[in-house]
């Protein structure tokens, strides 16, 4: 039974994985931050008698990582596949947004997703076996107004994992991406608008834009079948693109030129919303 260590599965995505991960041969390995304030998981474990164990893991702190890493280890002998999912996402432009923020969206990220994939390499790399799944987005290669933070922290996964997938092929490794569109979870609760009044209308419209595509309710499960066909015998694509919104916005992104998609962040409201209602985003009932 393969072993794996996931990231971020308190709730959403990363509990989906967990779940379904266990109910399809995988020895699962999920952390979160405090599995105190976050039971159901352990809950659903118990009572389906899912090979699941919980482990608590800051992935802002090198230390927790490598203790993580080690226990797993201990537990079942190596970790044959990580998932890099663990995430913050929050709403802003980048004149008001704080720097610290910044820099906290980036620890946990990027520097998380870093510093797990240092802490299982050198053992991967050593048998020539394993795989490295990363969780981010269409917005590491989609650049919203006043998703900077977020947008420029998934971007840098993407770099990050194209190099290192390069550099580790040689030894058997593989490197996949997941890039989601707007997924239902619990993580949209809190994309708010700024509590602070703003001088950028932007943060509203991105707002309206991820609640209007929500509301088509794609569930975390779409994400969590796709590590599985990733992992699937025959599967070799490096980036994987899903939910309902997902391909067609890089897509869509990609049939405009870098001016054309500037330019609309200056568009009007009307017009805004007209360009989205063409893309099937009734985001008028959310602003």
């Known amino acids: 039974m393969p072993n794996v260590l996931i990231t971020g599965c308190s709730t959403g995505i990363g509990f989906a994985i967990a779940e379904m991960m266990a109910r399809n041969g995988y020895q699962v390995y999920a952390t979160m931050r405090n599995p ?3 039971p159901a998981l352990e809950q659903i474990a118990q009572k389906d008698k899912l090979p699941i164990t919980i482990l608590a893991m800051d992935v802002d702190d090198g230390e927790s990582v490598q203790k993580v890493v080690n226990e797993v280890v ?3 002998g190596q970790v044959d596949i990580l998932v890099n999912n663990a995430g913050i996402a929050p709403v802003g432009s980048v004149e008001e947004m704080p720097f610290e923020t910044f820099a906290a969206v980036m620890q946990t990220n990027y520097f998380g997703t870093l510093r797990c994939i240092q802490a299982v390499l050198p053992a991967m790399r050593e048998r020539r076996s394993g795989h490295i ?3 981010t987005s269409v917005s590491g290669k989609i650049y919203s107004p006043c998703f900077g933070a977020y947008a420029s922290s998934k971007a840098a996964v993407e770099a990050l994992s194209e190099s290192l997938a390069g550099e580790v092929g040689q030894f058997g490794i593989r490197v ?3 890039e989601p569109g707007v997924i239902d979870t619990p993580l949209l609760d809190k994309f708010t608008p700024q509590a602070v009044p703003s001088k950028y209308p932007n943060h ?8 209007a595509s929500a509301s088509h309710h794609v569930m975390p499960d779409t994400v969590a079948e796709m590590v599985l066909t990733i992992l699937a015998d025959g599967h070799t694509a490096f980036r994987n693109p899903v939910g309902a919104d ?5 897509n869509y992104r990609a049939s405009v030129s870098d001016e054309q998609w500037i330019a609309a962040g200056s568009l009007d409201e009307d017009a805004w919303a007209a ?6 985003m009734d985001v008028r009932k959310f602003m």
């Open 176 to 178: 996949s991406l997941v």
């Open 275 to 280: 360009s989205m209602a063409k893309l099937g």
């Open 36 to 38: 105190k304030n976050s």
């Open 204 to 211: 509203i419209r991105l707002v309206a834009y991820l609640k």
């Open 133 to 135: 799944i990363n969780i």
């Open 74 to 76: 201990s537990l079942g």
């Open 246 to 250: 997902g391909a067609p916005l890089l």
